[in-house]
């Protein structure tokens, strides 16, 4: 089975600093790690994937996430953020291979103050 | 990228009722689609996994019975909640994957408050 642990519930953090959203999973199994965004009374919208290979993956929005295997972690990054990143967001895990379903955390609240 | 519709976005029905929800993949076959169950400011929990012309495979603790699941074609899965109460209030969302593709997309999700 896979887990999922997002270590903060709610990270606030001013216009244009960066920030750092933070997951570690668990699994016995080789994954995939998924962030996802999701903003109020929406589906959500991938912001990128690791699935093999390097281990700095860079996704939409100037979000990116590094895979530390040792640490079984995939923290989520960005160098400077703005008001629309406000949203929650989601860390994900998946079973390697097609159409697995997908673990989520409890989500991490992002809210960017002016 | 790939479209996952849902309808209706919200609906409010009265307890003892049923409803039904619609989940499309718009531009791409979906043999097996997922649907998720998320409560105010909680993640997302998967309900069941909805197969292409077999039965739904539902997670522990989902009541089959009341979360009905029909995937009745390669671009449609309906979830019905019977005979609904205000427990059963809840944002519902689904998600597919189109053939070969590692990212599963979602539908733009499904208010459901029972009065």
């Known amino acids: 089975a896979q887990s999922v642990t997002q270590l903060d519930s709610q990270v606030p953090v001013f216009e244009e600093a960066p920030v750092e959203l933070r997951c570690n999973y668990s699994?016995?199994?080789?994954?995939?790690l998924f962030w996802y965004v999701q903003y109020p009374n929406q589906g959500l919208q991938l912001l990128l994937k690791y699935l093999s290979g390097s281990t700095l993956v860079k996704g939409i929005n100037g979000f990116e996430a590094e895979f530390n295997k040792s640490q079984t972690s995939f923290h989520l990054r960005k160098p400077s953020v703005h008001i629309s990143d406000t949203a929650e967001y989601f860390c994900a895990v998946s079973r390697t291979g097609g159409y697995n379903k997908l673990i989520f955390g409890a989500g991490t609240r992002l809210a960017v103050h002016p | 990228g790939a479209v996952v519709s849902q309808h209706p976005s919200w609906v409010i029905c009265k307890s003892g009722t049923s409803v039904k929800i619609e989940c499309r993949s718009l531009d791409f076959q979906a043999t097996t689609m997922f649907w998720y169950r998320q409560f105010p400011k909680q993640s997302l929990m998967l309900m069941a996994t909805s197969n292409e012309g077999s039965k739904a495979t539902y997670e522990q603790g989902v009541e089959k019975d009341k979360f009905l699941i029909n995937h009745a074609s390669l671009t449609l899965s309906t979830l019905t909640v019977t005979s609904a109460h205000p427990e059963d209030s809840s944002f519902y969302i689904c998600s597919a994957y189109p053939t070969g593709n590692t990212e599963a997309f979602f539908g733009q999700g499904t208010r459901l408050t029972v009065v």
């Open positions: 699994s016995s199994v080789s994954v995939y």
